[in-house]
């Protein structure tokens, strides 16, 4: 089964696509709620989220500062829920790629012929080495000295978890136990060059 994550990418939507987009994902995740159980924002308070968004979205047009910065505040909120959402899906157990995107989120395979962003780590397969522990597999872009990665778990700041010189034995420790890290990776070069961080790849640990 090939692995996939779900994009992130709606964060960076205008207001109107991300208001359509909410409203596409409220109706999926009612429409497959048998696939999606226990996620930690409910379609009920996501729909609020939405509604209230969609409203300050009206009310900005020839408003004021007040109203601009509500709007910048509803949607702050609604993007922290759908990326809770988002993130949820992706570290379901048995998870596949196409039962994801009935979720309503966009959903991005990989695998061995994948593209790969330049100069941007890509990860490859995390699996559970102990509790508190994931191994990861990394392609690695050319030329980079070391990789570092963090993990988020829920609405938590990145945390650095680790710093390796090569793609081999790559072992996260220290990590929280039955919680759903998403792992990012960065390659660091020669001059205290970094790439960008990896896009998210979800896991649970034992």
């Not at 962003?117 to 070391?146: C, F, M, Q, S």
């Not at 390659?187 to 998210?200: H, I, Q, T």
């Amino acid at each position: 089964m090939p692995l996939f994550r779900i994009s992130l990418g709606f964060a960076t939507k205008n207001d109107t696509d991300l208001d359509d987009f909410a409203t596409k994902v409220c109706g999926c995740l009612t429409l497959n709620a048998s696939l999606f159980t226990g996620i930690p924002v409910t379609v009920a308070s996501l729909t609020t989220a939405q509604g209230a968004f969609h409203t300050a979205v009206a009310n900005v047009k020839g408003a004021g500062t007040n109203a601009t910065k509500d709007k910048e505040l509803k949607k702050a909120t609604l993007l922290n829920l759908l990326r809770q959402n988002a993130l949820f899906i992706q570290g379901i157990v048995g998870m596949t790629a196409a039962n994801a995107r009935l979720s309503g989120y966009d959903v991005i395979e990989s695998g061995p012929h994948a593209p790969v962003a330049v100069d941007v780590p890509h990860i490859l397969e995390i699996t559970n080495e102990a509790p508190g522990k994931l191994r990861v597999k990394v392609k690695a872009p050319k030329g980079y000295k070391a990789l570092e990665f963090q993990t988020t778990v829920g609405t938590a700041a990145p945390v650095k978890v680790g710093s390796f010189p090569s793609t081999r034995g790559i072992v996260l420790e220290g990590l929280e136990s039955l919680k759903l890290h998403a792992i990012q990776c960065r390659a660091v070069f020669g001059g205290n060059r970094y790439s960008e961080w990896s896009d998210p790849v979800s896991h649970t640990t034992t």
